[in-house]
């Protein structure tokens, strides 16, 4: 989010006072992100130490905290553990949020602070263990699980629909609309590819392990001594690997190597491994599908959000550019085509 809620801090600082047994001197609102359900903040407490303050509302679940507490747990260093409350729970509420604390890294993702060699190489280590780990079956009640669903798909197709018989009155609506217009048949070709693989991959038999969902460049953080941590654990899915292997060589923004160079590197790290391309090409479209989804219900569906309209708007114009996620999904279909 990138605009301050209107929640007031002094209801914070008193909800981690209480929770947390924490003393904040200064609480700093941080524009981080384009996730709406999403508010995070620097908090300094009254010890000297900075934490970093999430507040989550509506689609919150467990497993986004207790899985990352338990590979930490386990000995792996690139995740970041939540802190305990007073009671041991490892969140706490603060309607219509809940609370998540952690401690502060200083840092920068990984496309603002590109990745080196050795780091990628390590992004493949820590996700193989990820995806290797056996977690208990307590922690992972809840987590939904793949089954290719045509719901983004069917949500694009219906926004389109509208955008033939409405006109909008909001600067980002509008510009969303003629934009989106503009792109139909590009959009269109989208939604059929990723419906063509999705009815291939029901008819094939699926491993499913736990993935992350989300681990592009701007959910690593590189502290200031180059250590790399996996954040954002909200997206988990019981899914193919490919789920979230689909991001190597085709993750938004620019990592500053090819899709080649990429896939080396981070293989090095993860080992070798069977890759089902017909999934790899799926989830990349549907990836695009699903943000052009998001995107529209925030601008279409509602007149909130300040910063974060404009910033939906630039989002979505962005999947379309040279170079683009769009034309990196489309590498994947290459490979099908070459075997």
């Not at 990138?2 to 209480?18: F, H, M, V």
């Not at 007073?86 to 952690?102: E, H, M, Q």
């Not at 896939?263 to 943000?291: C, L, S, V």
Request: with cysteine; glycine share 6%.
């Amino acid at each position: 989010m990138l605009e301050k809620p209107e929640i007031e801090e002094n209801r914070i600082i008193t909800s981690l006072k209480g929770d947390y047994g924490l003393s904040v001197a200064e609480l700093t609102f941080l524009p981080l992100g384009a996730d709406q359900n999403t508010v995070v903040y620097r908090a300094a407490g009254s010890d000297k130490r900075n934490y970093f303050l999430k507040l989550r509302k509506e689609d919150f679940n467990e497993a986004s905290v207790t899985i990352p507490y338990f590979l930490s747990q386990s000995g792996m260093k690139q995740v970041i553990p939540p802190l305990p409350t007073r009671t041991g729970k490892l969140w706490s509420a603060l309607n219509p949020f809940k609370v998540i604390l952690y401690p502060f890294i200083e840092g920068h993702d990984g496309f603002e602070h590109r990745l080196t060699f050795g780091q990628w190489v390590e992004f493949g280590k820590a996700l193989k263990r990820f995806h290797s780990t056996a977690f208990p079956a307590r922690l992972t009640t809840g987590i939904p699980q793949e089954n290719f669903s045509p719901r983004w798909r069917d949500t694009v197709r219906a926004f389109y629909k509208r955008f033939e018989k409405e006109t909008f009155i909001d600067p980002a609506a509008i510009e969303m609309a003629k934009y989106l217009k503009s792109k139909k048949s590009a959009t269109m070709d989208l939604i059929n590819r990723a419906e063509r693989y999705a009815q291939k991959l029901k008819d094939q038999a699926q491993a499913f392990i736990l993935c992350h969902a989300d681990i592009h460049g701007w959910n690593l953080l590189i502290d200031k001594n180059g250590a790399l941590y996996m954040v954002d654990w909200d997206t988990l899915l019981f899914a193919p690997k490919e789920r979230d292997l689909m991001f190597i060589g085709s993750s938004p923004g620019d990592s500053g190597y090819s899709p080649q160079e990429e896939e080396a590197m981070f293989y090095q790290g993860y080992g070798q491994t069977d890759i089902n391309q017909i999934a790899i090409a799926y989830y990349r479209y549907e990836r695009i599908i699903e943000d052009l989804a998001i995107y529209c219900n925030q601008i279409f569906l509602s007149d909130q959000g300040g910063q974060d309209r404009q910033a939906a708007v630039e989002n979505v114009e962005s999947n379309f550019y040279p170079n683009g996620t769009i034309d990196k999904a489309l590498l994947a279909d290459l490979l099908l085509k070459d075997n």
